[in-house]
């Protein structure tokens, strides 16, 4: 994302991509670490020039994940799922994370990492991560995957800007199993099941205490192990 933040400087212009199959400072949200193999992953960084509120960004980030669901789907011939607010996962195991940066103010970054090609993974990892080889025993050509990716992307990308929130909003409550009654834990103490997702994106939680509306924070279900880091 910083090659891809010096070009937006420069002035490179919307849907320019940077891709890597290997990083070695790799981020995510809230500064944990993404498991980056040389040649297994596809990391993408794509300057998006959008028109948006800045109340709109939250959702940016639930576009991409259902830019990258949809792309996965396609090329790889799987169903996978949204885990609110940015994890595209299958069999409740992480398989690609998305995130927005904003490096200066007339320019956006996308970034998306995905396990592609992996074998295995760490220990530690093993029991929450996962990789579209993992799933499906067959090789999936990244360049194809690649391009999807990035058109997707920028299709979902002018939903935001073009029609607004509510009809991500839509979409995500739609493929994600998250979204409402499912039983979860957030951050690993605030126990509850999710009952949607409000105007902003943000998700309802229904706990033994009322509703509590969960604006960031790593949502598990109860029986997963949390992430490391």
Known sequence: MIDAARLAERGEPHGTVVVAEHQTDGIGRHGH???????????ISIILRLTLPPDALPVLTMALGLAVQEAVNLVAGVQADLRWPNDVILNEKKLAGTIVQQPQKNALIAGIG??????????????????????????????????????????????VEKEGKAEILRQFASKS????????????T??????????????????????????TGGVRTEDEPASPG
Do not use: C, M
């Open 177 to 188: 199993s998250y979204v409402r009654g499912k039983r979860v834990v957030v951050d690993g």
């Open 33 to 43: 670490k993404w498991h980056s193999e040389p040649g297994d992953g596809l990391y």
């Open 114 to 159: 995905i396990n592609v090609a992996h074998r295995q993974f760490p220990e530690e990892l093993r029991s929450i991560a996962t990789s579209l080889w993992i799933e499906t025993g067959s090789e999936v050509s990244k360049e194809v995957l690649l391009d999807t990716v990035v058109e997707e992307v920028l299709r979902f990308s002018q939903i």
């Open 190 to 215: 605030l126990r509850g099941v999710t009952a949607g997702l409000n105007d902003d994106g943000f998700l309802l939680l229904e706990t033994p205490t009322g509703i509590e509306t969960i604006l």
